[in-house]
C-alpha cells in the first residue's frame, strides 16, 4: 500500500488483543518490522514510566530496587477501600489499613501496632525517649512492670511491679538482671512487708542493712530494740477491744512491784503472770519463784492435773528433766482433754506395775512394760493376742492379727529388697520383687515365683537358667509328687518323662488249643513309654495244649513300635531249661493285636505246631522283657 501518516490512521475501535502487532515499514530498505504489543508492557532497567507535565510521577526499577516517585507537587495519595502492603509471596501481611477502621503494622506476619477507636494498641515493648500522658494511664498485663532508671547512678533503680496480687517495690539494677525486693503490699491481706537487704526474705524491719526494727529508738541495736522512758512506756502492749478482749504487756520488769527482770503482765487484773527474775529463776503466777533454778507452777483447787491435785511442780535438775512426782503405787502422767470430754487422751506411768500406757480417744492404745516389751492394740506380752508386741532388749517382734494379714512389706516405684536377712551385720539373703513377682534369695542365687512356676534366679531375682539345684549329693528331698512330667536334658518333647510306675499284674496264659491251670508272679516297671517285665508262670496242671502259646501284657504295645522290644524268656521243664523264641504282639497270630507275647520257634511262631505241647505239670517261664507301649 502507499505510504500513510500515523495521523491519517483510522482509530482503532478496541484496545489492541494479547497477540496483536504493531508494523513499521523501514522504506530506506524495503523491510517491514514489527513490534508485539506485549513487549510495549516491559521495561529495562532505569527505563521511566512518566506521568504529568514535568514527569512528576516516576514508576522505575533501577537494578536493585524499585521506586515509585513524586518528583512533584502535591501529595503522593493511593486510593483504596482497604489498603494492604504484602511479602512478595502475598502470605504475610507488613501493613493493612481498612476504612473507617484501624491500621496495623505487623513484624515477621504478626501484630505489633494497632490503631482503635480509643487510640494505640502496642503488642510488644515500646521504647520511647520520653512520654507525655494526658489523663489516667492503665498498664494490663498477668505482671506488671514499670521501671524506673536513673542514668547518674549505678544499679540503684526502681522497679514498681504488679504480680499474683501483690504490689512489690524493688531495687534493680542498670542490666536489668537482677532485682531486689525492699518492700511488698498483699492486696488480699493488706499486709505490708519489708524486706532485709538482699530482698529475698520479708522480716518487718526498718533498717535493712542491720535487719532490726527499732520502735522509739533510730539506731536499733538487736532484732527487735523497744526503748521507752519508763512506766508503761517501757512495756510491749497489746490489747483487744472486745468483749473476751484484755490487756496484757511484755516488759522488761515491773517498776509498779518493784520488780525487774522480765515479766507478762496482765493489765486488767494488775498481775504478772510469768516473771523471770534476775537470777533465772521462772514463775508462773508469781512474781517470786524458788531461789533454786526452778519451774514454779500454781493452779487453782477446781483445775488440777487428772487427780485434781492443786500443784505441779516441773523441776530442773543438773540434767534438765520434767518431772511429774506421784506415790509408788500410784499413777502419773499427762492427760488431754477438750470441750467435750476432759480425758480424751493421756501418757500414763503406772508405778505399782512399772508400766508407760498411751490413751488414744479415751483408750489404751499401746504400752510399755516393765521388761521393755512394745505392747500395741494388746497389754500382754505374749504371741497369741492380736496386737504387736516389740521386745527392744532382745530384738525381737512379734505381730498378730485375727482374720487378715499380719505384715505388709510395700515397697514403691521400683523392684528390689523388701526384706534384708543378716548374721552379724552381714548380709545373707533376702525377700524381694522383681518384674512384679516374689523372690527368695542368698547373697548370689534364690527362686522367683513367676505366675504358676518357680523359677531360678540371680540374687535380685533375675532369672539364672542352669544355675540352680534341688538338693544335693548329701543333702537329698524325700519325695517329689508331681502332676505333671519331667524334661530331662532339655525343653523338647522328646525330653518329657511323664509317667512312672511299678506294680503287679497277674497275665492270662492261653493256646492254640488246650488250656492249663498255672500261677505268676509278674512284676513291671513302666518309664515314660518304655514296660519292664519280670516274673515266672508256672503251670500246676495242663489240658492238652497244643499250638502258639500267649502270654497277656500289662500295657498295650506301640503298634509303631512292633519289634522294638528285647530280653529273655525260658522254659523250664522237669529236667530241661532252654531260652525260646518269642513274639510282642504278633497280629497275625490268632488273629488279634491285643498286648501279648507268642512263644515258640520263629519258624513256627504262627504254627499251630508251636511249643504247646511241651508244656505239662511243673513247666516256669522265666520272663525278662522290656517293650514301648503307646
Do not use: C
Request: charged share 15%; proline share 3%; hydrophobic share 35%.
Amino acid at each position: 500500500m502507499a505510504d500513510v501518516k500515523i495521523t491519517q490512521l483510522t482509530e482503532l475501535a478496541e484496545g489492541p488483543a494479547a497477540g496483536d502487532e504493531i508494523a513499521i515499514v523501514d522504506n530506506s530498505v524495503s523491510q517491514t518490522k514489527r513490534i508485539s504489543v506485549t513487549n510495549l508492557n516491559k521495561h529495562p532497567d532505569n527505563v521511566k514510566s512518566t506521568w504529568g507535565a514535568g514527569d512528576d510521577l516516576q514508576i522505575y526499577h533501577s537494578g536493585s530496587h524499585s521506586f515509585i516517585s513524586d518528583q512533584g507537587t502535591g501529595n503522593l495519595k493511593i486510593l483504596a477501600e482497604n489498603f494492604a502492603v504484602n511479602n512478595p509471596a502475598d502470605t504475610e501481611s507488613m501493613i493493612n489499613a481498612v476504612v473507617n477502621g484501624s491500621v496495623t503494622l505487623s513484624w515477621d506476619g504478626n501484630y505489633r501496632l494497632v490503631t482503635t477507636n480509643a487510640g494505640v494498641d502496642v503488642t510488644g515493648t515500646l521504647t520511647a525517649d520520653g512520654l507525655t500522658v494526658d489523663g489516667d494511664v492503665s498498664i494490663i498485663d498477668t505482671s506488671v512492670i514499670l521501671d524506673l532508671m536513673e542514668t547518674d547512678t549505678t544499679d540503684v533503680n526502681t522497679r514498681i511491679q504488679h504480680s499474683s496480687g501483690d504490689l512489690l517495690i524493688r531495687t534493680l539494677n542498670d542490666s536489668k538482671s537482677a532485682v531486689t525486693t525492699r518492700l511488698a503490699v498483699d492486696h488480699a491481706t493488706g499486709d505490708i512487708s519489708f524486706y532485709e537487704d538482699t530482698g529475698t526474705t520479708a522480716k518487718f524491719f526498718w533498717d535493712a542493712s542491720a535487719e532490726s526494727l527499732g520502735i522509739g529508738t533510730s539506731s536499733p541495736s538487736s532484732i527487735f530494740h523497744a526503748v521507752g522512758s519508763g512506766g508503761a512506756n517501757s512495756t510491749l502492749r497489746i490489747s483487744n477491744t472486745s468483749t473476751l478482749g484484755g490487756n496484757w504487756g511484755v516488759s522488761a520488769g515491773i517498776p509498779a512491784l518493784g520488780n525487774s527482770g522480765f515479766s507478762i503482765y496482765d493489765f486488767d487484773n494488775s498481775s504478772a503472770r510469768l516473771h523471770i527474775d534476775s537470777s533465772g529463776n521462772v514463775g508462773i503466777g508469781t512474781t517470786s519463784p524458788y531461789s533454786i533454778p526452778k519451774l514454779t507452777v500454781t493452779v487453782s483447787a477446781s483445775g488440777g492435773i487428772q487427780s485434781g491435785s492443786d500443784v505441779a511442780v516441773f523441776e530442773k535438775n543438773s540434767d534438765a528433766y520434767i518431772k511429774v512426782f506421784s506415790s509408788t503405787t500410784g499413777e502419773g502422767g499427762i492427760a488431754f482433754g477438750d470441750s467435750d470430754d476432759g480425758f480424751i487422751g493421756a501418757l500414763n506411768y503406772d508405778h505399782d506395775g512399772d508400766y508407760m500406757r498411751f490413751y488414744v480417744n479415751n483408750a489404751e492404745r499401746a504400752r510399755i512394760d516393765s521388761s521393755g516389751n512394745l505392747l500395741v492394740g494388746k497389754t500382754i506380752a505374749d504371741n497369741t493376742t492380736a496386737g504387736v508386741r516389740i521386745l527392744g532388749p532382745l530384738g525381737f517382734a512379734s505381730f498378730v492379727r485375727d482374720a487378715g494379714e499380719a505384715i505388709i512389706v510395700n515397697r514403691l516405684t521400683d523392684d528390689g529388697d523388701l526384706i534384708e536377712f543378716r548374721k552379724d551385720g552381714t548380709a545373707v539373703g533376702s525377700m524381694g520383687t522383681n518384674g512384679g513377682y516374689p523372690y527368695f534369695a542368698n547373697t548370689t542365687r534364690g527362686i522367683r515365683m513367676v505366675g504358676s512356676a518357680i523359677y531360678p534366679s540371680y540374687s535380685a531375682g533375675s532369672t539364672a537358667p542352669d544355675l540352680v539345684d534341688i538338693g544335693g549329693p548329701t543333702a537329698k528331698f524325700k519325695d517329689l509328687y508331681l502332676s505333671g512330667g519331667v524334661y530331662l536334658g532339655g525343653v523338647g518333647g522328646s525330653n518329657l518323662l511323664d509317667d512312672y510306675e511299678e506294680g503287679t499284674f497277674t497275665p492270662t496264659l492261653t493256646f492254640n488249643s488246650g488250656s492249663a491251670t498255672y500261677t505268676s508272679a509278674m512284676r513291671y516297671t513302666k518309664i515314660g513309654r518304655q514296660v519292664t517285665l519280670t516274673g515266672s508262670i508256672t503251670a500246676s496242671a495242663v489240658a492238652s495244649p497244643s499250638g502258639y502259646i500267649q502270654i497277656t501284657l500289662p500295657f498295650a504295645t506301640d503298634i509303631a513300635t512292633i519289634g522294638l522290644y528285647a530280653g529273655s524268656v525260658y522254659f523250664n521243664d522237669a529236667v530241661n531249661k532252654n531260652a525260646i523264641d518269642f513274639v510282642v504282639n504278633a497280629p497275625s497270630v490268632g488273629g488279634t493285636s491285643t498286648a501279648r507275647i507268642y512263644l515258640g520257634d520263629v519258624s513256627e511262631i504262627s504254627s499251630t505246631n508251636a511249643n504247646a505241647e511241651e508244656i505239662q505239670a511243673g513247666t516256669t517261664f522265666v520272663i525278662n522283657l522290656t517293650y514301648f507301649t503307646s
